[in-house]
């Protein structure tokens, strides 16, 4: 399809095929409708390599599909993004975290090698070996450069269950230090906070384990269970600590059934038992499902009144970050995830020569704040995230300008091999794919 673009003469930009509404960014991207779609149905586990510890996989392969292929074979992947649909070539091109990246870093950190179609047709091998700028370029940059077909991920062996602590944490200043105090242990394999007000959160700290208590296995993922944050929430409203063995598939999709807790909005009822124990199992709607029969009146209401952002922030800078969430948007819980960010070439990197640890804080839902007011509001978030040397993830509603685009993000090697590899004729650049700015 690429040799069939360059031989009509190389006139539109390509974008893949997969229409906008399939994603699970909330974004629905207008460039679908004007650009050359290139279909890639490209879906399959190609090869489970034990002896190397490594997974090779094309790029619509999703994380539901991965660990149900892998787990059982005793295998699972260090870090594994929250949603069953999000998929492999969306982790790489945009990006992916999970409650073991303060040990393994972003789901990119993971993956050892890319093979990509680039725009003259050709197909490329990269790793930190081979084409080694390409292997660094490529994440976070939305299909900018190339068409990815499949991509090598690290494999590590998989244990039944989580054993997963809960401990209710209050004060802000408390919550800050001992959330940063857990992420620092490597002995933690998952890390995670909710924060249920400025004063308020539960940091659960989890182990795998192949052992369990029969009598504390927690089942969440069954669909008449309470949603994941609701039974989390019990604890902090008890005021105690608790134990529970989670088995391990449960605990990686724990968010899925709600959204996270986006489904509160959309179900206000859906976490009733009633609800739960008749109609549980048709939960949750897929993000594609709600999005394809969204009309547009209910799109630009959304996009006014709610709000869906992860902010990547350094771990030094948490408390600030809580304090200048509450003020702008007023959202609650917050989720906060740790990791661990290598020194890196690319468009994301710590701003020192030392890997750094950062922090993921997600805000999903409808903002409390009176004055709230998308642009302005998320522009006033997007200036304190550039101002501490942070990240916005790029699924979300991007308001900045392309200066501020660039300020935030390293674009040095990026623009670099647009140039060596004549991407400026085929692709879009990234910030015009993604941002407001330039998509109205």
């Not at 090869?47 to 994380?63: G, N």
């Not at 101002?387 to 900045?400: E, I, K, R």
């Amino acid at each position: 399809q690429v040799r069939e673009w360059k031989n009509e003469g190389s006139k539109r930009y390509m974008c893949t095929g997969r229409p906008g509404w399939l994603t699970v960014s909330l974004r629905v991207g207008k460039y679908k409708k004007i650009h050359k779609n290139i279909v890639i149905n490209l879906m399959d586990v190609l090869e489970v390599d034990s002896e190397r510890q490594v997974v090779r996989v094309e790029p619509l392969v999703t994380m539901g599909q991965l660990t149900a292929h892998l787990n059982p074979m005793g295998w699972t992947i260090p870090v594994v993004p929250e949603l069953d649909d999000l998929t492999v070539g969306g982790l790489i091109m945009g990006t992916g975290i999970e409650s073991s990246s303060h040990i393994y870093g972003l789901f990119q950190h993971t993956c050892v090698a890319y093979e990509l179609v680039l725009a003259d047709g050709s197909l490329v091998r990269c790793s930190p070996t081979e084409n080694s700028d390409l292997f660094y370029a490529v994440p976070w940059s939305c299909g900018t450069l190339g068409f990815l077909v499949a991509a090598e991920i690290k494999m590590i062996p998989a244990k039944k269950y989580v054993k997963i602590h809960y401990e209710p944490v209050r004060g802000l200043q408390k919550i800050c230090e001992k959330f940063t105090e857990e992420s620092k242990k490597k002995e933690n394999s998952f890390v995670e906070g909710l924060v249920y007000s400025l004063e308020e959160a539960v940091i659960m700290t989890g182990v795998l384990t192949d052992e369990a208590e029969q009598s504390k296995i927690n089942r969440i993922g069954n669909y008449y269970k309470p949603w994941f944050f609701k039974h989390v929430e019990k604890y902090l409203k008890a005021d105690r600590t608790g134990i529970e063995y989670i088995p391990s598939r449960h605990y990686y999709h724990r968010h899925t059934r709600s959204i996270f807790w986006e489904l509160q909005d959309i179900i206000p009822f859906g976490n009733n038992p009633v609800f739960r124990y008749l109609f549980g199992w048709m939960v949750p709607p897929k993000i594609s499902l709600l999005k394809l029969t969204q009309g547009e009146a209910i799109r630009k209401l959304y996009e006014q009144h709610h709000v869906v952002q992860d902010m990547l922030v350094p771990m030094k800078s948490l408390e600030k970050s809580i304090q200048t969430f509450h003020v702008d948007l007023n959202v609650y819980p917050l989720w906060l995830c740790p990791f661990i960010l290598p020194n890196n070439p690319g468009m994301v990197h710590p701003k020192g020569d030392e890997a750094e640890l950062y922090v993921d804080i997600g805000a999903y839902g409808e903002p409390k704040r009176k004055q709230f007011e998308a642009r302005a509001s998320m522009r006033q978030m997007e200036k304190f995230v550039r101002s501490v040397h942070g990240f916005q993830m790029l699924y979300a509603d991007c308001y900045m300008t392309r200066e501020e685009f660039w300020d935030m993000f390293d674009g040095s090697l990026y623009h670099k091999l647009r140039e060596q590899m004549n991407c400026k004729d085929a692709f879009p650049e990234v910030y015009d794919k993604i941002c407001k700015a330039a998509r109205h």
